[in-house]
């Protein structure tokens, strides 16, 4: 079964700097899809960025920005210039290219504090 | 312009009640899903219809039963309400196997 680890619970980035939020996951298949998604109070489940594991760039989304590092299952979110808007939680997850239903596994999340 | 709606969106009931919330996406997908956030944020997914088609069902108590009278629509009943099913379900839907899902605002059900 897939699994998809967050280690950071919570997160905090002063105002206009850079954070990197980790993600690691587990799985035994070559080709699947691997999300970050933003949570904020409004509870509303925002898709902030996505990365083909078929792709070796990485995908960016102007200040949102991947590490992507197949070979060690890692998957980590980098916000450029924080904003207080970024205050949220994050959520990493995983969907397999093909079969399990387009099933998406989500990671523990992290919450991400912005300080000014 | 709502993508993916939910209703309601605050739903507090007492244990032992049954109660239904409704999932509508007018974005023209085919498959829909639910998802339930427990209290310590963690999202798992219930159910995924796919063309009116059961195709996940994970280890969810048969009291959940979801209902898909067309493919823009998904509602989750809920049979004799325990005070551990409180928790935000999450409706979403995605164009059949395309990797992105939209996800409706949230339902905050509370049993008292």
């Known amino acids: 079964a897939q699994t998809v680890t967050q280690s950071q619970p919570e997160m905090s980035v002063q105002e206009a700097e850079t954070v990197t939020l980790s993600c690691t996951y587990d799985?035994?298949?070559?080709?699947?899809?691997l999300f970050w998604y933003k949570q904020p109070p409004s509870r509303q489940m925002i898709l902030v960025i996505r990365?083909?594991?078929?792709?070796?760039q990485n995908a960016t989304e102007n200040r949102f920005s991947v590490n992507f590092q197949k070979a060690a299952k890692s998957f980590s979110l980098k916000i450029s210039d924080s904003q207080l808007g970024d205050a949220a939680m994050y959520f990493c997850a995983y969907r397999p290219l093909t079969g399990g239903g387009n099933k998406l596994t989500f990671g523990t999340g992290t919450q991400l504090k912005v300080e000014l | 312009d709502t993508a993916v709606s939910q209703t309601p969106k605050y739903l507090v009931t007492q244990m032992g009640n049954d109660k239904s919330i409704k999932c509508e996406q007018n974005l023209g997908h085919d498959t829909m899903y639910w998802y339930k956030q427990d209290s310590k944020k963690f999202l798992k997914i219930m159910f995924s219809y796919n063309n009116k088609e059961l195709i996940i069902n994970e280890t969810v108590p048969n009291r959940f039963s979801p209902k898909s009278p067309d493919k823009a629509h998904l509602n989750l009943h809920i049979n004799s309400l325990e005070l551990g099913d409180s928790a935000v379900y999450f409706c979403?839907?995605?164009?059949?196997?395309?990797?992105?899902?939209?996800f409706g605002p949230g339902t905050r059900l509370t049993v008292t």
């Open positions: 990365q083909e594991a078929y792709k070796q």
């Open positions: 979403a839907s995605s164009r059949g196997h395309d990797y992105e899902q939209y």
């Open positions: 799985t035994s298949e070559s080709d699947y899809y």
